[in-house]
Each structure stands twice: as structure tokens, then as C-alpha cells.
């Protein structure tokens, strides 16, 4: 495991941005005692003596608390005078930790420049409170998509909901905030980065601290709570999703990159510290390129890595099943869709997206039932992420109607995850978003109100109640296109057109690029597309050029909507709102009133002993 840790560095080439910052861990960093993280400091320039030699490195001073450094962690520092030749030197000091609870602070001087942070460490209650710990994210889930998901699938009659969704009644509840050290707006793998180690970083970063480094894997490092409780208590690890595994939220409990595309590294890393289960899509990154169904650049071939490491490998719901059921299974690695998994609209009843070409793809709930299955054997206890990725990647493609239907199927994971807990009495469930998205619920669209878009949303006393068909025993309304449907909508959005109406033929692709229209270039049809990844952050750079109204939904009836994000936007955004936790089991108690989204990490090592 220190493999990954360390070997990370050596990987990869990104030139990156300075954050202003010059001493990692940053100012205020809350730490574990005990777990590992680099220090580093970069001082603005190549120091030079007054004659114009370069000083001797004793001239490069560090210290915690007064005392230097190196010393203090036990690790001789390595100094690089023209680190990456960008002008400038590095004193670095990996892979430390430090020894107890206590305030600490940080010196640096290259004899000309100063600068000072302060650092807080914590350790944990003596002994474990929790053998288990299942960590459930909502990727990008906010408080409309959960008040959607109740409606449709508990009903409403006279302002009062038919019953609770599984994630509404648990006893801890918590407002969490999610702003990086960059931006009050975050985005997957800054956001997942902070619950898995503790740390804040910036956009794009995975188990790292933002540095000036050339290298997308030389930046400084942080443990991951998967590293920590494989390193120290010997718990099995589980991180299972419905995007592919690579994908920011699932790298962020294993990886150590500065660019979250990295998926080539990410699956490496992956490898290196052979989590007991992975189970997700994103085979693609796993098979060499010249091979069916391969991209890797290296040729190397790790779906058979992993068989030789003695996992099982799934890549149907049936494989699946009869994998986690062998109880000889205690290494589990399941692929099922090149890229994403196909959400729950398309999968049970739409049959859009990709599921004519994979029309075997498991549920999240089956993903949930195998890993439970296969985790409980660890003697040792468990640590398991779940992601519900697609709810996020749909409010991108401001295609709510497909994450709602995924929220609710998220409902009965966490449905599973507390029966599990109650039954075993010994494990701590967390139910959180990484992030928000600006959508709220208005009114209804009713149909009978008119052909315009306008005519159709009634608002307040107008509104009354939606009129979707009682939901199956899954929680899911098996119609979607109904004459009163929610008027849920999004407060930031690309040039597009507003159909006030469910996408029937395949996710929604709101905008494209001008290019496509101006060169007489045909719009992707929507079901023709796949829904692996059209809607990205905006922070990665949606296109290339301008984008336009993708004009296969500007029919007769649509509003045509004149964005308000950057003229390059085709996706909706994230948002800086809060996000709501709930939580139950041993531990759960410290999550209440509102706290930063570092917290949920020192929640879960406080439950596991993980600073003993």
C-alpha cells in the first residue's frame, strides 16, 4: 500500500498553476495523528547568496514548532534548488505523519523569504466504535432531487407525502459545506478528495494538495481513509458506483493525481491497492488499445492483472450475482458498461442510453447487495463507498426526470445499508452528497393549460399535485410522461431550449457546439448519443469553441432559454448550497449542526480508531 502512496510521483506530465499557497498541508489543514501525508514548501525563486552562489542548503530552513523539520518527523528532506526548472525551490519531506494530537506550526525560510502556517492534529477514542463503515454519496444530489424522488415515489395527497425515503429517517443530520481551497465551487474530485482524506485541495485534484508541480502525480500526497484502514487495521475495502471506476468520486478513495482524467493512472492505482471490491463501469481503461473494447496506452491488460491477483471477475448482473454468492469469493472485480452504467429510467423502462448494447447491467442495489456480500467476510471489518454517479451526470445534461429516477434508486441502497446496520449493530452508515446542483421545484406542467411552455407551468394554488401512477415495489412510477408533470428546474443553464417535457428518446444534450449547426453538421439526436460522459463539469472545459441550442428540441411549444453560464457551456454547473447528511450506527453522534465536508473524513477515522 505504501506502493501507491509513494510510487505516484514517479507517473505522468501536467503543468499545473500555483494557488498562491507555499507550504503543504495548507494554513488551518486539520490531520490525523499517525496518518501519512508530504510536506512541502515552495519558495518563490532559486535562492542565491549575495555574491550570486546559490546558498548552502543549511540556508533552506524548515521547522514544526521551533524544531527543524526533519528532524521532528524523522525523514531526511530532500531540497530541489530548480524544481521542474519553474524558477523556483522545493524542500520536500514524504510519506511523514504526525506523532500525537497537538497545535503545530510551520516555518519556512530561505533566508530572504518567510512564511508560517498552522496546522491542528487530532487523534481518536481509544478502541474502535464501529467495525464497518458504508459510505453513501449522492454524487451532485441537492435538496430538490430528494424531494422529487419522495413525491414520485411515496405520493402526496393534501401536502402530505405518502411516507419517508430511507435517507430522510436515520438520527444524525448535518448541513455540509463543500468549497475547495480554490473556488466556492467544487467539483467531484476536489469534493470526494475531502471526505476520503480529510484535506481540502482544488477542482480536478484527487489525494493531493495543488503545488506548481510539472507532473500531474508530483504534487504533494495525502492518505486516502482506504489506504489508512488497509495500512493499519487490515479492513477490507469496497468501492462500487454507477459511472465508470475511474470516475473522480471512486479514484478519490484510492488515487494520487492532479488531473482526475487520468484514468490510465487511476486504474494503476487501483491495482496497487487492491481494494476487495471494485465494481463500477469504465472497462475501457482497463484492456490495452488495439484490443476490442481497449484504450489503455500502456498495453497492459488489467482485467487479467486483477484475475492474477486472485479476484472474480463480473461484467453481467448474472456473473455478478453468482460471483458475490460463492462463498469462496473474497475478491471481487465487476465491469459493466465500457463506460457508464445505464441510469434506472433507461434500464427499467425507457431501454435508451447503452442497454441495447449491454442490456445485462446490474442495479446499484445489486452492486450494493454483492459488495456487502463479499465484505462481510473480512474477519477484520469493512470500509465501502458507494456512488450514485449518474445523478450528477444527468442535472449536467439538465436531464432531471433520469436523476431523479436514480435518486430513488440510491434510496434503496441506503434502504439496504440501514438494514444491514440494524442488523448487525456494529456499522456506521453516512448518507452524503459531494456537492449541489442549482435546481428547486416551482410548480407543475399541466398540459391541459396549453400548448406554450408558459401556458403549461402553473404555479402556487395553480400548481396542485403532479399526477404520476403510484410507484412499483422498487419505489419507481412506471410513467414518466405524464399530463401534470413537476416543473423542476435549473437557475444556471446554457443556451438551450425548454421542453418542460421528459426526455423519451435518450439523455438530454441541451447544447452543442456552433460549429455543428454552421457547417450544416447534423445535432446528435437525442438516444443516439452515448450517455457515457456528454455532460461534464464546466470546469473541465465543455467545448472547444462557442456552443448553440441544440435545435432537435426547439420544436413548437419549447421556450428557447438564453444561457447564463460562459459562452462555452454546453452542461449545467455545480453549486456552493450546503448539502444535507444523515447518518446512523456507532459514531454518527459527532454529525450534527453544520460542518465542512473535511469533517465526514475525521467522523469516519473517529468511528474505525484510525488516530490510534
Known amino acids: 500500500m505504501q506502493r501507491i502512496f509513494c510510487t505516484a510521483l514517479a507517473l505522468g506530465a501536467l503543468a499545473t498553476t500555483a494557488l498562491g499557497q507555499t507550504i503543504y498541508p495548507i494554513d488551518r489543514a486539520e490531520l490525523l495523528a499517525g496518518a501519512r501525508f508530504d510536506l512541502k514548501v515552495e519558495f518563490p525563486a532559486v535562492p542565491k547568496a549575495a555574491d550570486g552562489v546559490e546558498p548552502a542548503p543549511s540556508e533552506v530552513r524548515v521547522t514544526i514548532n521551533g524544531e527543524d523539520a526533519g528532524k521532528f518527523l524523522g525523514r531526511d528532506p530532500l531540497i530541489d534548488r530548480d524544481e521542474d526548472r519553474l524558477g523556483q525551490t522545493a524542500y520536500w519531506l514524504r510519506s511523514v505523519s504526525l506523532p500525537k494530537a497537538g497545535h503545530y506550526v510551520v516555518e519556512a525560510s530561505d533566508g530572504t523569504n518567510r ?28 435538496m430538490a432531487h430528494r424531494t422529487a424522488a419522495r413525491m414520485l415515489s411515496k405520493g402526496m395527497r393534501q401536502g402530505r407525502y405518502g411516507g419517508e425515503l430511507a435517507m430522510d429517517d436515520m438520527p444524525s443530520m448535518a448541513l455540509i459545506s463543500t468549497s475547495g481551497m480554490d473556488s466556492i465551487v467544487t467539483d467531484s474530485a476536489n469534493a470526494a478528495s475531502a471526505y476520503a482524506t480529510g484535506h481540502k485541495s482544488c477542482v480536478k485534484a484527487l489525494g493531493v494538495y495543488c503545488a506548481r508541480n510539472r507532473s500531474a502525480l508530483g504534487h504533494p500526497n495525502v492518505e486516502t481513509i482506504a489506504e489508512l484502514a488497509k ?21 478519490a478513495m484510492v488515487a494520487h493525481t492532479r488531473l482526475r482524467t487520468d484514468y490510465d493512472n487511476i486504474v494503476r492505482m487501483l491495482y496497487w ?18 484490443e476490442a473494447g481497449g484504450k489503455r496506452k500502456d498495453g497492459e491488460d488489467y482485467i487479467a492483472k486483477f484475475k492474477g491477483a486472485g479476484y472474480q471477475f463480473a461484467d453481467t448482473r448474472q ?15 465487476g465491469l459493466f458498461n465500457d463506460k457508464n452504467i445505464d441510469g434506472a429510467l433507461d434500464r427499467k423502462f425507457l431501454k435508451k442510453g447503452t442497454v441495447a448494447r449491454f442490456p445485462n447491467q446490474p442495479d446499484l442495489t445489486d452492486e450494493m ?23 450528477d ?16 434508486m440510491f434510496d434503496n441502497v441506503v434502504a439496504m445499508a440501514k438494514a444491514y446496520a440494524q442488523k448487525k449493530g456494529d456499522t456506521l452508515v453516512i448518507v452524503v452528497p459531494d456537492h449541489a446542483h ?21 404555479t402556487y394554488a395553480d400548481a396542485g399535485f403532479p399526477d404520476y401512477p403510484p410507484a412499483d415495489a422498487d ?7 405524464v399530463s401534470r408533470r413537476l416543473a423542476l428546474v435549473f437557475a444556471a443553464y446554457p443556451d438551450y431550449c425548454d421542453t418542460g417535457r421528459p426526455y423519451l428518446d435518450g439523455e438530454n444534450m441541451p447544447a452543442i457546439q456552433r460549429e455543428s449547426q454552421a457547417t450544416g453538421v447534423a445535432q446528435p439526436v437525442p438516444g443516439t448519443q452515448t450517455t457515457t460522459g456528454s455532460a461534464k463539469p464546466a470546469s473541465s472545459g465543455d467545448s472547444e469553441g462557442p456552443a448553440v441550442a441544440n435545435e432537435v428540441y426547439c420544436k413548437r411549444g419549447s421556450a428557447r432559454r438564453i444561457g447564463n453560464l460562459p459562452i462555452t457551456s454546453r452542461n449545467g454547473v455545480h453549486a456552493a448550497d450546503d448539502v444535507v447528511l444523515t447518518a446512523m450506527g456507532p459514531g454518527a453522534d459527532v454529525l450534527h449542526g453544520r460542518r465542512d465536508n473535511t469533517f465526514v473524513f475525521r467522523a469516519m477515522a473517529r468511528a474505525l480508531g484510525l488516530g490510534r
Do not use: C
Not at 471494485?278 to 481503461?285: D, F, K, Q, T, W
Open 115 to 142: 512564511s508560517k502556517v498552522e496546522w491542528d492534529a487530532y487523534d481518536t477514542p481509544e478502541g474502535r466504535l464501529a467495525k464497518n463503515v458504508i459510505l453513501l454519496i449522492g454524487d451532485g444530489m441537492s
Open 319 to 333: 456473473s455478478l450475482v453468482e460471483a458475490a454468492n460463492n462463498p469462496k469469493t473474497t475478491k471481487l472485480l
Open 273 to 290: 491497492l487492491q481494494p476487495e471490491v471494485v465494481l463500477g463501469g469504465g472497462s475501457l481503461n482497463f484492456r490495452p488499445s488495439g
Open 369 to 391: 447487495r454483492a459488495a456487502l456480500e463479499v465484505l462481510s467476510r473480512s474477519p477484520n471489518g469493512f470500509f465501502l463507498m458507494v456512488e450514485a454517479g449518474r445523478i
Open 393 to 408: 451526470k444527468y442535472s449536467h445534461s439538465l436531464d432531471w426526470e433520469r436523476a431523479v429516477y436514480d435518486t430513488i
Open 475 to 481: 419505489g419507481f412510477p412506471d410513467k414518466v410522461d
Open 438 to 458: 442549482p435546481v428547486s421545484i416551482i410548480g407543475t406542467y399541466d398540459d391541459a393549460k396549453g400548448e406554450q411552455l408558459r401556458d403549461r407551468l402553473q
Open 231 to 251: 495500512r493499519k487495521l487490515g479492513l477490507a475495502i469496497g468501492v462500487v458506483t454507477d459511472t465508470e471506476i475511474e470516475d473522480a468520486t471512486p479514484a
